[in-house]
């Protein structure tokens, strides 16, 4: 069963890039079985879909946060990450690293979720 | 951008309830429709795809139905395990986007 974890810093000052890693067991980030991705959620907003990656290196984000926002593989780590640059208090929040399977040929569902990690924007 | 928006935000109710949630989305989204389970503290669990297909190791009270603009959750014969906040969430155009969350309360 697959298992993915959230790392990295639980604050961030404003304006600087925010950094999170999620590593992956139990499955491969080379797979061309799933995409992987990003989610973040707030009380105010909640659940919001960041982005995602297919194992070609193809990825498609969120239009509202697309030019801050970068996700990418390291298939020799099995990790994926996220760097989402120029933030602000905004941007505060749980970030969720997912998995959804490819069923339909395009993302759907997302079948697994990490714990979840808090990344505080603050200065 | 579609908007999803589920009914009631929230409900207090008993066990062996059947339970009704629904999510209305602003147009159109044939079946790309999921629901989620999550528990305080936790990460969202997946309940139902495609509106209405079943998930592996999902309680057989948990059922979804629609197709189109409206959709409905339904918990038959409610558990106490079954206290958590519930979404549904749209993949049929960008950018995904999910319904506000409905919070169930066990009396």
């Known amino acids: 069963q697959v298992q993915l974890q959230e790392s990295g810093p639980g604050l961030v000052k404003p304006s600087q890039t925010l950094s999170l890693t999620c590593t992956v067991s139990?499955?491969?980030?080379?797979?061309?079985?799933?995409?992987w991705g990003w989610i973040r959620q707030t009380p105010g907003k909640g659940l919001e879909w960041i982005g995602n990656?297919?194992?070609?290196?193809?990825?498609t984000y969120n239009l509202s946060l697309k030019s801050r926002v970068t996700i990418s593989l390291d298939t020799t780590e099995n990790q994926f990450s996220l760097k989402l640059n120029s933030v602000t208090a905004a941007d505060t929040a749980v970030y969720y690293c997912?998995?959804?399977?490819?069923?339909?040929?395009?993302?759907?569902?997302?079948?697994?979720w990490g714990q979840g990690t808090l990344v505080t924007v603050s200065s | 951008e579609i908007v999803l928006t589920q009914s009631p935000d929230f409900q207090s109710v008993t066990p062996k309830e059947k339970v009704t949630i629904t999510c209305r989305a602003s147009?159109?989204?044939?079946?790309?429709l999921h629901w989620y389970q999550q528990k305080p503290d936790q990460s969202p669990n997946l309940l139902i795809k495609?509106?209405?297909q079943s998930i592996s190791g999902v309680p057989s009270r948990f059922s979804g139905s629609g197709s189109g603009t409206d959709f409905t959750l339904t918990i038959n014969s409610l558990e106490a395990e079954d206290a958590a906040t519930y979404f549904c969430?749209?993949?049929?155009?960008?950018?995904?986007?999910f319904g506000q969350g409905t919070k169930l309360e066990i009396k």
């Open positions: 990656i297919y194992h070609t290196g193809i990825t």
């Open positions: 495609y509106a209405s």
């Open positions: 969430h749209q993949s049929s155009s960008l950018p995904y986007t």
């Open positions: 147009q159109s989204i044939d079946s790309s």
């Open positions: 139990g499955g491969s980030v080379s797979s061309g079985s799933n995409y």
């Open positions: 997912t998995r959804a399977p490819v069923e339909m040929s395009t993302i759907d569902y997302f079948d697994s």
